[in-house]
């Protein structure tokens, strides 16, 4: 299992992010440079046996150039070999760090998380592929420090502590519920998305208020008053994520 090589230098965090303020605990960085460029790929010489192929659309989501033939890059892998990001040598990059629990579980298609700051405040990051499934394996309560990208994504994750670990084989006993196990309600609204917050009216006829996670207010934001919605609830009472019921024909 991953977790275990993980913790083995997770020890020495604390030291490390004083150097490495931008990298996790078993992330490293390998200088290559670009040999070619095809079919959305560049092939690059890292000084490995083998080259490393970088897909191209890594660079374009975030607006940065493209690759060219005879570029120097840094190329950020994580303790499992994946690529985390790639940046021109000298090219600035605003990773950061954010330490504490996933707040809830993922939604289906594990795209995005709600984390749980050590200060107590929660935030919402959408994921990269190259880190869902990391982030999927991490229970619900334990300590974890996940890494952020310039476009506030969450590129890699890694336990906080071996204490983590211990407590991590604990929760995973209990198991992650999957998108349908959220209570589901199915509403008209009273009051568009306002201050993070939606008023609806439900199949009973009673009005009810609930405060939207960030992720979905995107989602709710364009709906209307008395429009249909159907909306996935957490053990907060929160709005997880949201659904439009099809328009009937008349």
Do not use: C
């Not at 993980?6 to 390998?30: K, N, W, Y």
């Not at 092939?43 to 083998?50: A, F, N, S, V």
């Amino acid at each position: 299992m991953w977790w275990l090589s993980t913790v083995s230098i997770a020890s020495a965090a604390s030291e490390f992010e004083q150097t490495h303020p931008q990298l996790l605990p078993g992330d490293r960085v390998l200088l290559g440079t670009v040999e070619e460029v095809r079919s959305e790929q560049a092939r690059i010489d890292t000084g490995e046996l083998q080259p490393r192929f970088i897909p191209m659309v890594v660079r374009k989501a975030k607006g940065l150039l493209e690759l060219t033939k005879g570029d120097r890059i840094e190329i950020t892998v994580n303790d499992q070999n994946l690529l985390v990001d790639v940046h021109l040598t000298g090219e600035s990059s605003h990773h950061y760090v954010v330490q504490g629990q996933l707040a809830e579980p993922l939604v289906t298609g594990h795209d995005k998380a709600v984390l749980r700051t050590v200060g107590g405040a929660e935030e919402s990051h959408f994921i990269r592929p190259v880190a869902r499934s990391k982030v999927a394996s991490i229970p619900v309560g334990a300590d974890a420090v996940f890494l952020i990208d310039e476009l506030d994504k969450i590129v890699d994750v890694t336990y906080g502590s071996m204490d983590a670990v211990h407590r991590a084989a604990e929760l995973w006993q209990k198991k992650t519920p999957l998108k349908g196990n959220f209570n589901r309600v199915t509403e008209v609204i009273l009051t568009p998305l306002d201050n993070a917050k939606i008023a609806i009216r439900d199949e009973d006829g009673k009005a009810r208020r609930y405060a939207v996670r960030p992720l979905v207010e995107q989602k709710l934001a364009p709906l209307d008053k008395d429009g249909a919605v159907i909306l996935f609830v957490d053990d907060d009472n929160k709005v997880i994520d949201v659904a439009v019921p099809p328009t009937k024909q008349k």
